[in-house]
């Protein structure tokens, strides 16, 4: 640098011609890289301010026009020294000039929220597996007797359908088993021989089967 410096205090002596050609190359000397912030546009010229340095480099019409520069552009310039005769307000001029995109920042992901695991369901009814096709026949069965009603078995057929129509009679049994149903059997006096099975809901269904009841004898199995 300070040989440019030399050259230029020879030339300035010289003709107008030399005088320019002193200012020239002082101002080509040490080209730097650096990055910089558009802080002002008029018209096609554009200044910026040197980061880290806080100096403002100008940028010509060229450059200003090529990005279409505008305040608050962040820009990667290679700069030089500016004009001898600019260079108190504005120490540098860029000859090379890039934009950098602004980068996107990715929204945060929000933070994910625990998941309560699902509490275990109890059994419904004691020895019928929870979740199994039994336990959902069971369950239509029981829902649709009502207090105080006895039912023959083939009454809930229309209620569990057709193909778990064999399965009453057994899961009756295994809901009686576990206390949800009574189970009432009438059989002859003379023979005791099966007779017809009734079931109820545990209550007062004895009084009502008595009122319906022909002859024979009641049993709570």
Known sequence: M???????KKLNGGTDQQTRMAKMVTTLAEPKKCRGIITNRNNDLAWAMVVGEGRQAFIPTGL?????LRAGDV???TIV???YGHRDKT???AIMLDKVKPEVQPAPTPASQPVAAPEPRLPRFEGIKVGSETEKVASMLVDAMRPGEIYRTT???????EDNARQITKI???LHRCGHVNRIQVTTSEERRAGRVYWSLPGAAFTVLDAACYDGEMTNG
């Open 172 to 174: 009756f049994d295994a």
């Open 81 to 83: 020294e500016n004009d």
């Open 2 to 8: 300070k040989t440019f410096q030399d050259l230029a």
């Open 64 to 68: 200003t026009r090529k990005h279409s």
């Open 75 to 77: 820009v990667d310039m």
């Open 155 to 161: 009454q809930f057929v229309a209620v569990v359908g």
């Open 91 to 93: 120490p540098y001029r």
